[in-house]
């Protein structure tokens, strides 16, 4: 059974990545009306994977005899200046979501509960992932600058990305 400090910790982080999904989701409909495809699939996919991370802790929360408590989300922020301000929200999106993380570990450790804190293991890893992931697109975007060509070179890199359904356990 699991403790109910930690429950809550749960249901506030899986609130957090549906957010998440709703923010890279509002972002899609921001590319969407730049015409760029390629930014729109890397978006999807995106959302792909914050749904399947908010899931993977909705139905470990079940697994271990507690309730999923579903909350209001937020609103998210609906237009930006431009490609390379997005890709600078994700980053700092995701950097806020990895002290997030850090927080629901934190309550793992304070009532020992191993098993949640073993299972966070690969939330942890993901956002190393994530941040790199998108750290290195920034980068791209900050070279790019506003050379026409390179965006479109970059938009067509970035529609080849593809989702693939994560194994959390
Ligand atoms: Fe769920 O990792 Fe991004 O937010």
Redesign the pocket.
């Known amino acids: 059974m699991i403790n109910e400090k930690m429950e809550k910790a749960f249901n506030d982080q899986i609130n957090a ?1 549906l957010y ?1 999904e709703y923010l890279y989701l509002s972002m899609k409909a921001y590319f969407e009306t730049l015409n760029l495809p390629g930014f729109v699939n890397w978006m999807n996919v995106q959302i792909q ?2 749904h399947a ?1 908010a899931m993977g802790m909705f139905d470990y929360v079940n697994s271990r005899g507690g309730r999923v408590i579903l909350k209001a989300i937020d609103c998210p922020q609906t237009d930006w200046d431009s490609p390379l301000a997005v890709f600078e929200h994700i980053l700092r ?2 950097e806020h ?1 990895t002290s997030l993380i850090n927080g629901v570990a934190d309550v793992a450790e304070e009532v020992k509960d191993r098993a949640a804190l073993s299972f966070l293991n690969w939330y942890i890893k ?2 190393v992932e ?1 941040e790199d992931n998108v750290g290195k697109t920034l980068a791209t975007l900050r070279r790019v600058g506003d050379d026409a060509h390179g965006l479109y070179a970059l938009d067509k890199e970035l529609a080849t990305r593809v989702f693939n359904p994560p194994v959390i356990e």
Do not use: P, R
Request: hydrophobic share 10%.
């Open positions: 990545e998440s994977e914050e991370h999106h995701e979501v993901e956002q994530e």
